[in-house]
């Protein structure tokens, strides 16, 4: 029996529809997943504006880098979510068909923009082989921009989907169990790389390699994979609780970033990291803090779809939600090229000579504003255009989706 959201006497109350096969069903849209995607891609432009405009060593910088970083986790969390709130109740859907519509909406812009990227980059060009040489490693590696990582890995869950989900439904009366495993196996890896810098890169065999290259491998996120995978599975009772638990969450929320700010400073004084180190990716607090920021930000999603925001404004970050893809490719080239612009003053920020008090505020509250509405407007534009697909990875808009 399928399950849609129903604004009634109690906001957000679940009814019961009309029994359709489970192959044909097509998911209610969740407007709750629009303002997670949307506040999402703002924190990934705030994380590369930060990135390239303050100076790295700073230990409010590194705070913040904490604090930030968990934006990579959430978009991984919310991948799996998607894949398995669309097909996880489905049956006789079509792997052949899931996967050639998902390598063309990710393998096309993922070339693209990687050939782009190399060219954006500059010469030499000659002799030929070089740069033949140094496009054929960056497609292979994702390296053609910071951020193409993302895709490669994006693509591996796509080969890896069927055996999350067949991983799910076998352990589906054990899925406390399984994201505890999950969870140790994480924090292991993490804590691994964190905390034996030295040792872990020197791993023998495949180990060493991934231990030296974390970023675009598809293990180094297997827990939030299985979270967003078990949280699509039991999505109504996770509303169901947030709704009833309003105070309880934000105090989660609250608890969870401000251990990942303490285990921040640990690391910096009593380990003796840098900012740098002590506020990076890979370490094991990152899934505290990404933990309260999924349940902070679907909090948030709930109380928007429950409220039920005028059509025009749900329109807007719906929208929004749409444009993320393609925002999260063209950016950097943006980002580029303001920084070209600004190069004097970027160089003294990152040099440090401005306070760094100054410069977060003014990349949170400025750049990053800006840039995110110069990147969807770029993109909005590229989605009524043949070049849709190559730019957002998505179909050119017809005539009347667009005009609406």
């Known amino acids: 029996m399928s399950i849609v959201a129903e604004r009634s006497g109690r906001a957000g109350a679940l009814v019961q529809v009309e029994q359709v096969p489970p192959a044909q069903v097509r998911r209610p849209h969740l407007d709750a997943v629009d303002v997670v995607r949307v506040a999402m891609i703002a924190g990934v432009l705030a994380v590369h504006v930060v990135a390239y405009t303050t100076n790295p060593q700073d230990l409010v910088v590194g705070a913040a880098n904490a604090i930030l970083h968990v934006n990579r986790e959430v978009f991984f969390f919310l991948t799996a979510f998607v894949l398995c709130y669309s097909y996880g109740s489905r049956h006789g859907w079509s792997l052949t068909s899931f996967w050639k519509r998902r390598y063309l909406f990710v393998g096309v812009p993922y070339l693209a923009w990687s050939l782009l990227y190399f060219v954006a980059d500059g010469g030499p060009y000659r002799p030929w082989s070089a740069p033949a040489h140094r496009l054929l490693a960056d497609l292979l590696t994702g390296t053609a921009r910071y951020h193409l990582y993302f895709l490669l890995v994006t693509m591996e ?128 607090m990152m899934a505290v803090t990404t933990a309260a920021s999924v349940l902070g930000l679907f909090a948030l999603g709930v109380w928007w779809a429950d409220r039920g925001p005028q059509r025009r404004l749900r329109r807007v970050v719906r929208a929004g939600s749409d444009a993320t893809f393609g925002v999260y490719l063209a950016h950097p080239l943006l980002l580029q090229g303001l920084l070209v612009l ?63």
């Open 342 to 404: 600004a190069a004097p003053l970027a160089s003294r920020m990152v040099a440090g000579e401005i306070p760094a008090g100054v410069v977060l505020p003014l990349d949170l509250l400025v750049v990053v504003p800006l840039l995110l509405a110069a990147s969807v407007a770029a993109v909005a534009w590229a989605r009524r255009t043949p070049a849709s697909l190559l730019v957002a990875g998505r179909r050119q808009l017809r005539r009347r989706a667009a005009a609406a």
């Open 157 to 284: 869950i796509y080969a890896a989907f069927p055996l999350l989900l067949w991983l799910l439904r076998v352990t589906r009366r054990h899925h406390g169990l399984l994201l505890a495993v999950s969870l140790a196996v994480q924090t292991a890896f993490t804590g691994t790389l964190h905390y034996l810098r030295d040792a872990a890169p020197h791993a023998p065999g495949l180990l060493g390699a991934w231990m030296r290259n974390p970023d675009p491998v598809v293990f180094s996120y297997q827990l939030y994979l299985v979270a967003g995978g078990i949280a699509a599975l039991h999505l109504e009772e996770l509303a169901a609780w947030v709704r009833d638990h309003r105070r309880t969450v934000r105090l989660l929320v609250v608890g969870g970033l401000a251990a990942g700010l303490a285990s921040y400073v640990f690391d910096h004084v009593a380990g003796g990291m840098d900012a740098a180190a002590a506020g990076e990716v890979f370490q094991p």
